[in-house]
Nanobody
């Protein structure tokens, strides 16, 4: 079974930057989209950003627009999340996710923001932003 492995988390001061990386264990792995979700203590998992493989369309939650950038690596099985101007409220465990490669032609942001759209998840990377 394919595994998604996140890296790049850590502790940073407010206003700082981090870059998360996610790589699938199988180099031949393909998905329609890859995404990042996060979960803060005591809160539900929430959508952060997603990117479609076919045309690199991106989707973001409003609170990270202009600060976070999602991108796919040269390898189709890699995705990054560049996080700038970090705030204490960005503190969470960040999870990488991928949906099935059989999904075609969906452009709805609601689809990409739903955790149930994704069937492959990483173990998570802790991001802590101090004030």
């Amino acid at each position: 079974q394919v595994q998604l492995v996140e890296s790049g988390g850590g502790l940073v001061q407010a206003g700082g930057s981090l870059r998360l990386s996610c790589t699938a264990s199988d180099r031949t792995f393909r998905s329609n989209a890859m995404a990042w979700f996060r979960q803060a203590p005591g809160k539900e998992r929430e959508f952060v950003a997603a990117v479609r493989r076919s045309d690199s369309s991106t989707y973001y939650r409003d609170s990270v627009k202009g600060r976070f950038t999602i991108s796919r690596g040269d390898a189709a099985n890699t995705v990054y999340l560049r996080m700038n101007s970090l705030k204490p409220e960005d503190t969470a465990v960040y999870y990488c996710a991928a949906d099935p490669d059989t999904v075609v032609g969906i452009v709805s942001g609601r689809y990409y923001s739903r955790a149930s759209s994704y069937d492959c998840w990483g173990q998570g990377a802790q991001v802590t932003v101090s004030s």
